[in-house]
């Protein structure tokens, strides 16, 4: 399986200071009913940037056993994403903090409890997941926490591919599966970006692309002034990198999870934060490309690499 090493988007990482077609950033705080006393303690309990949902903690506070706490806890937090028009497939990343576990046997006996409750909610989804044990939690019922991020839509094109998968199997006349041939075209598109081989990424586009950036609200459309604006985008920028370490390809899209990471001019160490590329594709060719990017963590290292913070 190919391994880029590479940028995924010249685009994306220094959008913030080289592409002037950027648009501000369309950002909304959602409070559903029931949640204002979490705003007027002073964080939003649904953060929507772009198509990207981020859900703050919610713990499994108030009465009952602990399935019956945690299984509210999943329904709060589900009720949550739909308020910013996501779903539980939409669900890219999950963060649990757990209380009562001291050491990692405590952990996992807990999680004999905790699975058969967070499979009734994800089935067969696996978001990425981290879960982290803790001393203390914020809410005096609570013993565990849970955090999550989505891409509104994504959850649509969500399949595993596996490192070292099964043949596909092929049509009567010979023909590959849809699967392997989409799969192959994004080996292809991928080679294209590790190499900055823009002639060989434009060949792979359709003539009508869509090269977004929601993080940042930026969207531009058709081949040629995706190019002038990918080409802008790579002055004073080097040593380029990208490592894909999760990649979902179903029905036409595919959605691919990386760190990237890049020297810029005038920034005296390099700069690097995850993202997520979303692509559509029609007639095997890419007809849209999303790219989803921590651009907090982008400033943060600008600005402290610079000497400005």
């Keep these: 399986m190919l391994k880029p090493h590479s940028t995924a988007t010249l685009f994306a990482l220094t959008l913030i200071a080289s592409l002037s077609f950027a648009d501000e950033v369309d950002r ?39 399935e019956e706490r ?28 757990h209380l009562s576990p001291d050491d990692a046997n405590a952990f996992r006996a807990e999680f004999d409890k905790y699975m058969p409750i967070h499979k009734e909610f994800f089935g067969d989804h696996r978001p990425a997941w981290t879960a982290v044990g803790t001393s203390a939690l914020l809410s005096r019922t609570a013993d565990v926490e849970m955090r999550m991020e989505a891409v509104t839509g994504s959850g649509k094109a969500s399949r595993v591919v596996f490192e070292d998968p099964p043949a596909e199997p092929e049509s009567e006349d010979g023909a590959s599966t ?31 692309i869509v090269y977004a950036d929601p993080t940042a609200g930026s969207r ?15 002055e004073g920028i080097s040593d380029m990198r990208l490592d894909v370490h999760t990649r979902f390809i179903a029905n036409g899209h595919a959605v691919l999870m990386y760190r990237g990471s890049a020297t810029m001019d005038g920034v005296e160490e390099p700069v690097s ?37």
Excluded: C
């Design 28 to 66: 909304e705080i959602h409070v559903p009913a029931g949640w204002e006393g979490a705003y007027e303690f002073g964080y939003a309990p649904v953060l929507k940037v772009g198509d990207r949902v981020i859900v703050s903690g919610v713990p499994n506070s108030g009465t009952g056993s602990y």
């Design 70 to 97: 945690t299984r509210r806890m999943y329904e709060r937090v589900r009720d949550l994403l739909a308020s910013a028009g996501a779903d539980l497939e939409d669900v890219i990343e999950i963060t649990t903090f």
């Design 178 to 208: 849809e699967t392997s041939v989409t799969g192959s075209l994004i080996d292809r598109y991928l080679k294209a970006l590790v190499d900055f081989d823009l002639d060989g990424m434009s060949a792979l586009w359709t003539d009508d």
């Design 220 to 234: 531009v459309e058709g081949k040629e002034k995706v190019l002038t604006g990918l080409r802008g985008g790579m």
């Design 273 to 309: 934060a995850d993202g997520v590329i979303v692509l559509r594709i029609e007639d095997e060719r890419i007809a849209e490309h999303l790219d989803y990017v921590d651009y907090g963590a982008v400033q943060r290292q600008m600005a402290a690499s610079s000497g400005g913070g």
